[in-house]
């Protein structure tokens, strides 16, 4: 059974930070493109960060650009999402999501959400 399991979140201080990670289960990441996506009460789910089959290519929101870094260890079927100055406005569920890597790029799964798997979320809630 193919799972994206998303884990680390929490609540964290402004300024603060944190680091999520995304294992995959069922299936081997080194194929595949990855994104991270986030959704706040009341808005829709977007892209915040994505990352190529090989590590090589990465988008990131205008929202988060400088703040947040994306990085994956296929050897360890994993991405990460190192999240540093957090603030208020970061609070959100955080999920990370697949895609065949020949079926979309990093940049475009983050724009148009061209997802394949979902994984359950994970809450980050910033605040003092």
């Known amino acids: 059974q193919l799972q994206l399991v998303e884990s680390g979140g929490g609540l964290v201080q402004p300024g603060g930070s944190l680091r999520l990670s995304c294992a995959a289960s069922g299936f081997t990441l080194n194929y595949y493109t990855i994104g991270w996506f986030r959704q706040a009460p009341g808005k829709e789910r977007e892209g915040i960060s994505c990352?190529?089959?090989?590590?090589?290519?990465?988008n990131y929101a205008d929202s988060v650009k400088g703040r947040f870094t994306i990085s994956r260890d296929n050897a360890k079927n994993t991405v990460y999402l190192q999240m540093n100055s957090l603030k208020p406005e970061d609070t959100a569920v955080y999920y990370c999501a697949s895609a065949p890597a020949m079926s979309t790029d990093a940049q475009r799964m983050c724009v148009f959400k061209t997802v394949g798997y979902w994984g359950q979320g994970t809450q980050v809630t910033v605040s003092s």
């Open positions: 990352i190529s089959s090989s590590g090589g290519s990465t």
